[in-house]
């Protein structure tokens, strides 16, 4: 199993630009959940799923959008970048209430 | 919303000497974790407290769930090279359909002199 598996590792985006940050899990994990760390600081949760179709917000929500059409992918979107949202984002899965597992992160400059 | 205080924010320590750090919230949690995150990789669990009280090891790590609910500690015996890295709590809350929202400290960074 590969695990977690995020998609890109870097990225340098411009003001206004808009991206999709990838994750994907083989373990069958029906929740999975993104998050921001930002430097020197922990990590905040930004959208959860708790299934194909069922979305809920974290703590940051603000310019960021998700969506899961299937178990294995849970895409995140950044509309209109901006240079708070320069950050490493990393995505997580947990079967149900389990340990969550995360992925490598993405580290996004926006610049 | 919620936040957690870690501490200390670094240490830095020879080979062979314990470790400790602590975690203190305002609120209260059902489920205190705690992570290790290596440089360039997502955050690993190290241990997880489910009780009041509990105190669980996992080898040479050592960690405490507070009586208030409101604090967690953790404790790395004999240290190793291989311990370098950055320490994180975690607080865990409920939310929609028993899905658990992980609310974090700001880390300890874990440097060791050989």
């Known amino acids: 199993n590969a695990g977690v598996t995020q998609t890109p590792k870097f990225r340098i985006l411009k003001i206004g630009q808009s991206m999709t940050l990838q994750c994907a899990q083989d373990m069958n994990h029906n929740y999975m959940y993104w998050y921001r760390q930002d430097p020197g600081m922990g990590l905040k949760l930004i959208y959860y799923s708790v299934g194909a179709g069922i979305t809920d917000k974290g703590e940051v929500p603000n310019g960021y959008n998700v969506s899961r059409s299937t178990t294995e992918d849970f895409p995140l979107r950044l509309e209109l970048a901006a240079p708070s949202q320069t950050s490493v984002y990393f995505c997580?899965?947990?079967?149900?209430?389990?340990?969550?597992?995360f992925g490598p992160g993405t580290r996004l400059t926006v610049l | 919303g919620q936040q957690l205080n870690q501490s200390p924010q670094s240490m830095f320590i020879q080979e062979g000497e314990d470790v400790s750090m602590n975690c203190t919230s305002s609120s209260i949690f059902n489920t205190w974790l705690w992570y290790k995150q290596d440089p360039g990789e997502g955050p690993v669990l190290l241990i997880a407290?489910?009780?009041?009280?509990e105190l669980t090891s996992n080898g040479r790590l050592t960690a405490q769930f507070g009586i208030t609910r409101k604090d967690s500690f953790l404790n790395i015996s004999a240290s190793i090279p291989s311990d370098v890295g950055i320490y994180f709590c975690a607080g865990q809350l409920r939310a929609i359909q028993g899905a658990q929202k992980l609310v974090f400290g700001q880390g300890t960074r874990l440097t060791i002199n050989p």
């Open positions: 997580a899965s947990s079967y149900g209430a389990g340990e969550q597992f």
């Open positions: 407290l489910y009780k009041a009280g």
